[in-house]
């Protein structure tokens, strides 16, 4: 079975720029989350999708990154404008459905903004 | 806010010792929960989960989980230095699955 895809690995971009990850999940899993990773802080959930619809962006800094997930399949997550403190590995993950919540990670894409 | 807190160590254990990690969260509506292994440069891995009360044991890994005390811990036996990495604990809230993180404790296991 394939896991969690992402694209791309790595990323540098200047201030004020704007960047778009990829992210296909798990084949049949119906729940694909964004996260954001500091360096040494845990994951922190910027958005979570149960098949195509929104279920929690509480914590989506909704003034500059935006996500989407046509056809409840893969997801885009865009930053725009980028800061200095959006630096950081945006993982993807995704879990089946109701009753197995347990999530899988994709790589990840680590964003460097200078 | 519901919290998932961890020391974040490093927790520095001699090789064949246990490795006991900790986590305590504040949601009582948690109903799983959740470690997971991010050595570095990696993305998290999934080692354990527990639903129910107890202990859960698989290989050299022990979860615990007390609900009444909002506790959770991971048990390595036979702790070796291939473990060394951060152990991530996470619980669960809502009912769309919504999967909370710790910070994350840092192992370290000395041979």
């Known amino acids: 079975e394939a896991g969690v895809a992402q694209s791309p690995r790595y990323k540098i971009i200047e201030k004020r720029q704007s960047v778009a990850f990829w992210c296909n999940p798990i084949?049949?899993?119906?729940?694909l989350y964004w996260y954001q990773q500091i360096l040494g802080q845990g994951p922190k959930l910027l958005i979570q999708?149960?098949?195509?619809?929104?279920?929690?962006d509480s914590q989506l800094p909704k003034d500059r990154f935006s996500a989407e997930r046509l056809k409840g399949v893969d997801s885009t997550l865009k930053i725009q404008p980028a800061k200095l403190e959006d630096s950081a590995v945006y993982l993807c993950?995704?879990?089946?459905?109701?009753?197995?919540?347990?999530?899988?990670f994709g790589q990840g894409t680590r964003l460097t903004v200078v | 806010q519901k919290e998932v807190e961890q020391n974040s160590g490093p927790l520095s254990v001699p090789e064949g010792a246990i490795a006991s990690l900790n986590c305590t969260y504040s949601?009582?509506?948690?109903?799983?929960f959740f470690w997971y292994r991010q050595y570095s440069g990696k993305s998290p891995e999934l080692i354990m989960f527990i639903y129910s009360n107890g202990d859960k044991e698989d290989g050299r890994f022990t979860a615990q989980l007390n609900k009444a005390s909002q506790y959770v811990s991971l048990l390595i036996r036979d702790s070796q230095p291939s473990d060394s990495a951060t152990y991530l604990c996470?619980?669960?809230?809502?009912?769309?699955?919504?999967?909370?993180f710790g910070i994350g404790t840092k192992l370290q296991v000395i041979p």
């Open positions: 999708f149960q098949n195509n619809g929104v279920v929690d």
């Open positions: 993950a995704s879990s089946a459905r109701q009753g197995r919540p347990e999530a899988f």
């Open positions: 996470a619980g669960d809230s809502g009912g769309y699955q919504k999967v909370t």
């Open positions: 084949s049949g899993h119906a729940t």
């Open positions: 949601d009582r509506g948690s109903q799983s």
